[in-house]
């Protein structure tokens, strides 16, 4: 797995730091050397982490301007074992200045990564709530996005805005920007809407969503508040093991593509088409990796 993941959706609340978090420190555990950008000026995801964001020497906000060397920015957490670079609310002026920018003003981030890229196996972008320029930064700078999903009403309102700036991109500065998938998130199967939602994502995505399901769990809300991903809250709690499942999701379609690679055919449908594949996926839907069962249970 060697890859630059954007997790993006300019909803707000679905649970983009929480996958972002969560994840890194999943393939982590997995011995994967991994890399968590923190690209938002909430800055949750450095603290998420336990990076006190108020405290920051260098951040996201200098490595986009070109104030300073990504390797000087960036902190290693423990016990998770990865590496973040770390943010504040001073991101928003950095993207203020990259709008005043004449040129190159989208390839920040990818150019500011490119001496890293190969020290790390993944490296996980925590996306804004919204499609500005930072998100296009991560974006341009990203094999894949990863689009994380609450399965309630009005979920896939706002879907049709990312999934065109998606293929913008790829015109523009990144051709070759894939799905990576996407992922139903504080899923609670008592509720008969996140199952509707959840089919309607399955109808639309077909094989792009993932089958590991993230379930509503309160050890997933409360772990941020220690500074930690839940894997190290609460390591039996259900949602900790619902991103090791994810993660191993992950791993298992990368090696599943290039095993069909090798034999000369197609895994999965192509990343870009993101439309109608397989459109009856939800009639053939295989278990979730993670049964939800009572929502808010660790
Ligand atoms: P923003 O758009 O503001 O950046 P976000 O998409 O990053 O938000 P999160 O911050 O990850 O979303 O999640 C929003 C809230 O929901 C947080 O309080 C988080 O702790 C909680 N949350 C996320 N996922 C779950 C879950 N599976 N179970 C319970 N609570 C969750
Ligand atoms: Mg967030």
Do not use: W
Request: glycine residues 6%; aromatic residues 4%; charged residues 20%.
């Amino acid at each position: 797995m060697k890859r630059v993941i954007a997790i993006a959706n300019q909803k707000g609340g679905v649970g983009k730091t929480t996958t972002a978090v969560n994840l890194a420190a999943s393939l982590a555990a997995t011995r994967r050397r991994v890399l968590l950008v923190d690209l938002d000026p909430q800055g949750n995801a450095t603290m998420g982490s336990g990076v006190d964001k108020a405290g920051l020497v260098n951040s996201a906000c200098e490595v986009l301007l070109g104030e300073c060397e990504l390797a000087a920015a960036l902190v290693s957490v423990e016990p998770s074992n990865f590496t973040l670079l770390p943010a504040n609310q001073d991101l928003t002026a950095a993207e203020v200045r990259l709008l005043t920018l004449p040129i190159a003003r989208e390839t920040k981030l990818r150019n500011a990564l490119q001496p890293k890229r190969l020290d790390f196996d993944v490296i996980i972008i925590d996306c804004p709530p919204a499609l500005n320029m930072l998100t296009v930064n991560a974006l341009v700078a990203a094999d894949s996005v990863l689009i994380p999903m609450q399965c309630e009403y009005y979920a896939l309102e706002g879907l049709s805005a990312l999934l065109s700036t998606v293929d913008q991109i790829r015109i523009a500065a990144n051709p070759t920007l894939s799905i990576e998938g996407v992922l139903r998130t504080m899923f609670d199967p008592r509720n008969n809407l996140s199952t509707e939602v959840s089919n309607q994502l399955l109808s639309h995505f077909g094989d792009k969503v993932f089958r590991t399901v993230i379930p509503r769990n309160i050890r997933l809300a409360e772990a941020p508040s220690f500074g930690r991903p839940a894997l190290f809250h609460d390591k039996e709690s259900r949602g900790a093991l619902a991103y090791l499942a994810l993660a191993g999701e992950m791993i298992r379609r990368e090696e599943e593509a290039q095993t069909a690679q090798r034999a000369g055919s197609p895994a999965s449908p192509p990343a870009t088409d993101h439309g109608a594949a397989a459109n009856d996926a939800a009639a053939h839907e295989p278990a979730p990796h993670v049964a939800a069962g009572r929502a808010g249970e660790s």
